[in-house]
């Protein structure tokens, strides 16, 4: 049987041959997601073989037992700067343009970094601004949160409810910590 051709030029067996694209994403990307879980089931397990205590020369076989693992990362970026197209919109625009892609952003790579590193479980972030070292975002967001807070429509709102602190005033960032520096001092005065 040959195909047909449709009323507007195309092939029905071509449209046919396309309409399996929306499940392949989803196979794919529950493909994905049994790899991340074999992967951290690996690592699971090379952390108890170590608590095992095998190889060591131990003669009894009752190594220690695993009761828990958590695995924290910290990361600190650097923001992007707003499009060189958008720079010669008025300051009030610019401001709100890189708060909105800033906070986009922010979300991005949380999600991508708790999707490619499975046993990672809770991840402290900071954001500062692209042309200062000034922190404008920082926070501990749980892995556990990340799964539960895709009902909000804001994406504000969605990274507050995951433990992402910001300030905005007038549509655009403020410093996080004024009165307190982050990082070490050097005090060499004495008394």
């Known amino acids: 049987m040959y195909p047909r051709w449709s009323e507007y030029g195309t092939l029905t067996a071509v449209r046919r041959l396309f309409s399996f694209i929306p499940t392949t994403m989803g196979m794919w ?3 994905k997601a049994g790899l991340n879980r074999l992967r951290y089931r690996w690592y699971r397990r090379r952390i108890e073989r170590v608590l095992g205590l095998v190889g060591r020369g131990e003669v009894r076989c009752d190594g220690l037992q695993l009761n828990k693992v958590c695995n924290r990362v910290e990361i600190h970026w650097r923001a992007r700067d707003i499009h060189p197209w958008d720079r010669n ?10 708060v909105a892609q800033t906070l986009a952003d922010t979300e991005a790579v949380i999600a991508g970094l708790f999707e490619t590193l499975p046993q990672v479980d809770v991840m402290d972030l ?7 070292d000034t922190t404008i975002i920082a926070g501990t ?6 799964v539960r807070n895709r009902h909000l429509l804001s994406v504000g709102m969605r990274l507050r409810e995951l433990g992402v602190k910001f300030r905005l005033a007038d549509s ?4 996080l910590y004024h009165d307190r520096q982050v990082g070490l001092t050097n005090d060499t005065t004495t008394t």
Do not use: C, G, I, K
């Not at 919109?89 to 890189?98: I, K, T, V, Y």
């Not at 967001?141 to 990340?146: F, I, L, M, P, T």
């Open 126 to 132: 900071a954001v500062l601004e692209p042309s200062s």
């Open 141 to 146: 967001v749980n892995r556990s949160d990340v």
């Open 89 to 98: 919109l008025p300051f009030e625009r610019n401001a709100a343009a890189l």
């Open 29 to 31: 990307r529950s493909l």
């Open 172 to 175: 655009q960032f403020e410093a």
